[in-house]
């Protein structure tokens, strides 16, 4: 079940971890991804109530969806952070939400990859050596993979950063009891056995007694280190390795200071950064210079401010508003929650707001899942019949507009090499009607065809789903809508509803930049479909020629043809009718005029990107 962010009430993404402990003894094992679904720390907060009736296409002259400004490589200043939290963790092997991660990634947080900082959106996607001194080299089955790590990285207390320190992190992820909330990707991909329930063998650092010293030996060669050497060895062909160690749980920890359950909160940074004194709940802290770190050392940051005031348990609106005052310490801050709808209006309008404003796409991606063991929709042409009817540029209308999202056909969002404009049924953001009714006529049903939709229910997912309707029953459909406002993921996921239900809405946003993070664990039936359920499959969706192109398209070792090979699998996922795309949402940051490099970052979530945001007197 997907946990709610409180941040992001009304657009909060289901999406995983994976349903690890169920699914490991199955065909081949499953990568678990982050719990971005959870936390998406205010992405599009705001974003989704409606205001009036707009343009669903943003003018992207006046709405810059990257970056704004002059690059300027001014040091100095303090940067004040905004946010309506809460930050639910700060140890690296707890952080599930996306903004955490980006934040903690740029400032303290530092993994053996990273996705290299770029104004440019398409370039976003780039990985790099972080403290590894490249991207890594893989076997070439892709079930080994090595790096080394660079020379002259400290921690907070002058200590070198070891081979050992980042095998200790990966380890705490397998203490499952202890450390929990993060994402335990490491468990699904590492070469350590499982038992019979597919649990793992190795039950992390902290366990003792004779399984467990079993268990480390069979971790510490999942996981080796010769000097600064490291080597990984997985149970499966993976690609985009390199992408999956970019996450925060798989970084480094020094053994000396780990507090187990105690060190939610803790920062020992090994980044340009490091917390003094605590953090406090609600209310944030100060992160300052961490006079070990250099910059030779770090090829991703610049890290121009010498302080960082990141206050939490601030309201959206009182945020921005704050912000767009523009008063002493409004301007030397900057927004991480997205302006609300009504605000964004008066953003836009403003050319001095403009030019101190990103409105970048967050990955999250709004869908629809016809439930193919339904009468009305096991029928192919009759899912592609709802595809042509649908009318995503009013779905977006009635979500706040331009600024609150772009129309989507895929789920791939833009940020993923694996995007692409296709649209297998040829009937345009607005929809067609009289394809649609042909379509319907083709497949020799009568109409008006009833189904019933389950949506996740609030006043602005009202009136959106109101908009869709009205486009339905133009092209022969008579839908009957079924709204939940309670445990909305977790109720679509049970069999019983899929008796009652002929169309599920949801959403999704990747944990990396790949279709690998997208695709499969929506699509594919070997590791989500079973006896209990239909896992995140919720239409029961399964095509075994499919199940096996995914499977071979993860063990691509090239990087552009495996994104290629996603690209194609998401084409013959929409010539099926799986899923019907709707919007990917946006968000609307605003800074303070002393701020500058404000730019956002799509790859990690839409958010703001701090490895080189600055503070001019």
Known sequence: MARRDRRTPDATPETPTRRSQRRRSRRRPVRLLVVVGVVLAALVAGGVVLVRQRSSEPNPETLPSSAVGDRVDTRGGRLNALSLGPVSAWDPQRIAARADMAFAGRVFARTLTAYAPSTDPRAQSRVVGDLATDAGTPSKDLKTWTFVLRDGVQWQDGSPVTCEDVAYGISRTFATKEVTGGPTDALAVLAVPRNADGTSTYAGPYATGAAAEKGQAAFDKAVACDDRTITFTLSTPTGDFAEMLAQPAFGPVKKSVDRRADGTYDVFSAGPYMLRGTWEQGRGGTFVRNPHWSAASDPVRKAYPDEIHYQEGLDTQAVAQQVMADNATGRVSVSLGSAPPAIQQHITAVESLRERSVNPLTGVVDYLVPNTR????????????????????????????????????????????????????AAGTRGDAAKARALLEEAGVTTPVTFTVAYRSDPTADKAMAALVAGWRQAGFDPQTKPVTEDYFSTIADPRTAEGVDVFWSNWAPAWASGSTVLPPLFDSAINITASGPGRDYGYFADKELDEQMAKTSSVADHEARERGWADVDRRLLQQGAYIGLAERRALYVAGSDVRNLSANGVLGGVVEFADIAVVP
């Not at 649908?390 to 969002?413: E, H, K």
């Open 374 to 425: 339904s009468e009305v929709f096991k029928d192919e042409k009759v899912r592609l019949a709802l595809a042509a009817a649908t009318n995503r540029d009013a779905y977006v209308t009635a979500i706040g507009g331009g600024t609150a999202a772009d129309p989507a056909v895929s789920l791939l969002p833009r940020a993923v090499p694996a995007a692409h404009d296709d649209d297998p049924v």
